[in-house]
T-cell receptor, first 113, second 116 residues
Framework: QKEVEQNSGPLSVPEGAIASLNCTYSDRVSQSFFWYRQYSGKSPELIMSIYSNGDKEDGRFTAQLNKASQYVSLLIRDSQPSDSATYLCAVRTIYNQGGKLIFGQGTELSVKP | GAGVSQSPSNKVTEKGKDVELRCDPISGHTALYWYRQSLGQGLEFLIYFQGNSAPDKSGLPSDRFSAERTGGSVSTLTIQRTQQEDSAVYLC??????????????FGQGTRLTVV
């Protein structure tokens, strides 16, 4: 079982719709959770961080965390063509000295005008 | 200060040669990570440094790969006797630790390594 799993996609949504991206993780004691966006040929850029159960909203983005289900998601409201990118889920595991940051394989999102 | 800085941006080397990739993290960030990303693939964890603790080297793919971090700041990833399968983008990231909590990690622009 991979430590962090995402559907590879591609996920295609029409402009203005809600895009829902999902991620599961295997280490029950994981502490911190992050969503990154990566455009083709560029390095990942941070979108959201979430540390406790529940929802966290930032503009058009909402991160949701459920530690009991070991599940984290990202909702993008009013999707725009400029949101088309690969979205990476990252989980910080805690063991040994702690802090190792593990990424999922990413979900490719395509927003159609 | 400035963001994470990596050099060189691009490196073309001949098979069998050694290469060194440099990462200069954000000032004050105690954690530093190296990842490798092959074309169309996800981020493969290589090595992680936290302060003065022993690094987590569990992701290094072979003993040809090594990394060091001097003075808790700049890090160098060295690949000896490069092979064509080492061709990839090598990404460095750094983050700050606030007590027990590791905050967000920020990436450099990466080094694109091509082994010919």
């Amino acid at each position: 079982q991979k430590e962090v799993e995402q559907n590879s996609g591609p996920l295609s949504v029409p402009e203005g719709a809600i895009a829902s991206l999902n991620c599961t993780y295997s280490d029950r004691v994981s502490q911190s959770f992050f969503w990154y966006r990566q455009y083709s040929g560029k390095s990942p850029e941070l979108i959201m961080s979430i540390y406790s159960n529940g929802d966290k909203e930032d503009g058009r983005f909402t991160a949701q965390l459920n530690k009991a289900s070991q599940y984290v998601s990202l909702l993008i409201r009013d999707s725009q063509p400029s949101d088309s990118a690969t979205y990476l889920c990252a989980v910080r595991t805690i063991y040994n000295q702690g802090g190792k940051l593990i990424f999922g394989q990413g979900t490719e999102l395509s927003v159609k005008p | 200060g400035a963001g994470v800085s990596q050099s060189p941006s691009n490196k073309v080397t001949e098979k069998g040669k050694d290469v060194e990739l440099r990462c200069d993290p954000i000032s004050g960030h105690t954690a530093l990570y190296w990842y490798r990303q092959s074309l169309g693939q996800g981020l493969e964890f290589l090595i992680y440094f936290q302060g003065n603790s022993a690094p987590d080297k569990s992701g290094l793919p072979s003993d040809r790969f090594s990394a060091e971090r001097t003075g808790g700041s700049v890090s160098t990833l060295t690949i000896q006797r490069t092979q064509q399968e080492d061709s990839a983008v090598y990404l460095c990231a750094s983050s700050y630790r606030d007590g027990p909590t590791f905050l967000e990690a920020f990436f450099g622009q990466g080094t694109r390594l091509t082994v010919v």
